[in-house]
């Protein structure tokens, strides 16, 4: 409707001239992309590794120099030689040893079941977890390497590999998370000052008595910001991509597609939040509060949505970016495509209605 | 049209326990200059809102341009222009971009709201401000550009609420010149004010006083009734004995 790009356009004058809005748009999502991105890095690169060769062979050397050649894996500073794997890890304070008993190459060879021992210091547990995934992506890259084409059977098996799935391969798991945090964050943060603004400054008493309905100036709000958050997406993935070198394996355009849809989604998060509180700086507060800590917690970012007790399952299901996480992840590391991420993009779209009306709902509520 | 522009009975509204509005009935005619007085906290605001579709009354119900306020607020919203008592215009916008918005929101076309932009500039003296920001426009010309927003649609009736609080008397002067020009045209102006000389310039007044019509009439006639020398000490004498603050803003 015509009212509604008139409201679109007046929103975008505010944001255009307002400092602070300019500031939320370009500036944090590129500091937050940095920060996050290398303090996540950081953490679970280079991880000191001991290791027990009691297999002393060409196979045993070749699999260690995999490892330590891999930017994950480092030798312990001060090595010393023991044969028990909680000794060597205390003595040497590495957070992990892998241990290799004799008969590895045969196993290799001849493609027999053998189990390799990997001992990990829990105390740290993302790089726990991140250990548990680097080991097994380094050691299946090994075995596939020596396999004879058409061969399936995993002769050998790291002794610890319990959790985490094959997304799990490197540091590139948490750059889709970064990216979906970021965007939420932003976005909800962008559209929460909208309303709360003019219920501050006292300018929306004279929009509502003009012949407006509550639905026009919602979405008149929001158009822009579907916009701008858009390009925000592609900010962010860029800097992403160029600063982590994250792979990028399936569909851009796809992406885009379902970008398109998170971001409207998150900024419906900021237009409810807008209508609830009274003042612009309680509604910021509100919005990252709202958006950071679940997205952070339960989206899976961190921790394994299928590991969480039910009750924190189903509320993971109402945080949008456990459905983006999703989707970053299948496009950017697996190539994944429409049909195996429909359902995602679907819950998207039905978390943005539930919100908006919500919105709808409350400003009219307001009003009376 | 018919009937009266503004037509209420027994209008009220409570905020909790206290009564802002208390059964406020009264009627204004088309085309007529309404005072609407009292201190503050009398409930005139209140009663205005709820006028413009602001707020819903608690009891009581009545019409604005024929249209019932608690079923076809909608409706009225077309045909009313409202003038708050805060500038409540965008700041980061110019005033230009003010007006071509609510223009926008009221349904005029292009080239309509172009010509009517140019002529509200004129009339209002706004043409040398037209394309600064609103934020930037000293207080007198704030209050010309609310005006020239709340009317932008040439609506039947605007409600102003203390137009002229915080202006220059010369201002004040040529703002009440082309309130005069708007209703013999055919506008109801229903007006709030504290300053009585203006109430001098309505045709009928009422007084509001803690939530309740205490009276009604032409200022002639109230002064009349009350032996008092001038508007000014009718209203105060009328205040006192209740007990209401006098402070003037």
Redesign the interface.
């Given at each position: 409707m015509?009212?509604i790009r008139?409201?679109a356009?007046?929103e975008l004058?505010?944001i255009l001239?307002?400092m602070r809005s300019l500031i939320i748009i370009f500036v944090m999502p590129v500091m937050m992309t940095c920060l996050y991105g290398y303090a996540i890095n950081m953490d679970i690169e280079h991880i000191s590794l001991a290791v027990i060769d009691q297999d002393q062979t060409v196979q045993s050397r070749a699999l260690i120099e995999r490892f330590y050649r891999s930017n994950y894996f480092f030798p312990p500073k001060y090595p010393v030689n023991y044969h028990d794997p909680d000794q060597l890890m205390r003595a040497s304070n590495a957070a992990a040893v892998l241990t290799i008993q004799p008969g590895f190459e045969r196993a290799v060879q001849t493609q027999q079941a053998f189990e390799l021992g990997l001992t990990i210091d829990g105390s740290e547990v993302s790089q726990a977890a991140a250990v548990q995934a680097y080991a097994s992506g380094l050691l299946n890259e090994y075995l596939q390497d020596r396999l004879p084409p058409g061969t399936t059977l995993p002769g050998v098996r790291l002794a610890q590999q319990v959790l985490y799935n094959e997304d799990l391969e490197s540091a590139h798991f948490f750059v889709p998370g970064i990216v979906s945090i970021i965007l939420l964050m932003v976005s909800a943060l962008l559209t929460s000052i909208t309303i709360a603004r003019e219920k501050d400054?006292?300018?929306?008493?004279?929009l509502?008595?003009?012949?407006?309905?509550p639905g026009q100036i919602l979405i008149g709000k929001l158009l822009p910001y579907i916009g701008i958050a858009f390009i925000d997406g592609l900010l962010v993935l860029g800097f992403a991509k160029i600063l982590f070198s994250v792979p990028f394996v399936g569909s851009f355009w796809l992406l885009m597609a379902v970008e398109l849809i998170y971001v409207a989604t998150a900024l419906s998060i900021g237009i409810l939040v807008s209508t609830m509180v009274p003042t612009q700086q309680l509604a910021m507060q509100f919005a990252l509060l709202l958006t950071m800590l679940p997205s952070v917690m339960l989206s899976g970012f961190i921790f394994a949505v299928k590991n969480m007790p039910v009750f924190l399952q189903g509320v993971s299901r109402i945080v949008p970016a456990t459905y983006f996480l999703k989707v970053v992840r299948g496009i950017m590391l697996k190539g994944s495509g429409f049909a195996v991420l429909a359902p995602q993009a679907g819950f998207l779209l039905i978390l943005m209605m539930i919100f908006l009306l919500m919105a709808v709902r409350r400003f009219r509520a307001r009003?009376? | 049209m018919n009937g009266n522009a503004v037509e209420i009975s027994g209008l009220t509204r409570k905020f909790g326990d206290f009564t802002a509005v208390d059964h406020l009935t009264l009627s204004v005619a088309r085309g007529e200059i309404f005072g609407f007085l009292g201190a503050n906290g009398a409930g005139k605001t209140t009663a205005i809102r709820m006028l413009c579709g602001l707020l819903l009354p608690t009891s009581g119900q009545g019409s604005v341009d024929g249209h019932d306020i608690l079923k076809e607020s909608e409706k009225i919203k077309k045909t009313i222009g409202y003038m708050s008592q805060k500038f409540a215009l965008y700041r980061d916008l110019t005033a230009r971009e003010n007006l071509d918005f609510y223009g926008h929101l009221y349904n005029l076309g292009n080239s309509t709201l172009k010509a009517r932009i140019n002529e509200l500039a004129e009339q209002l003296s706004l043409t040398p401000f037209i394309d600064r920001l609103a934020g930037a426009l000293p207080m007198g010309w704030r209050q010309r550009l609310a005006l020239g927003v709340s009317i932008i649609h040439r609506p039947s009736i605007v409600f102003l609420d203390e137009p002229t609080a915080g202006v220059d008397p010369v201002f004040r002067r040529t703002f009440w010149g082309l309130l005069y020009e708007m209703a013999e045209q055919g506008t109801t102006i229903f007006v709030t004010t504290h300053y009585m000389d203006e109430a001098e310039y309505c045709g009928r007044i009422s007084i509001m006083h803690n939530g309740q019509l205490i009276e009604l009439g032409t200022p002639h006639d109230l002064v009349a009734k009350y032996g008092a020398k001038n508007l000014e000490d009718m209203f105060i004498d009328l205040i006192r004995p209740a007990g209401a603050s006098n402070e003037e803003n």
């Open positions: 015509k009212k008139f409201i356009q007046k004058y505010h001239r307002d400054t006292g300018t929306l008493e004279q509502l008595t003009a012949p407006v309905s009003i009376g | -």
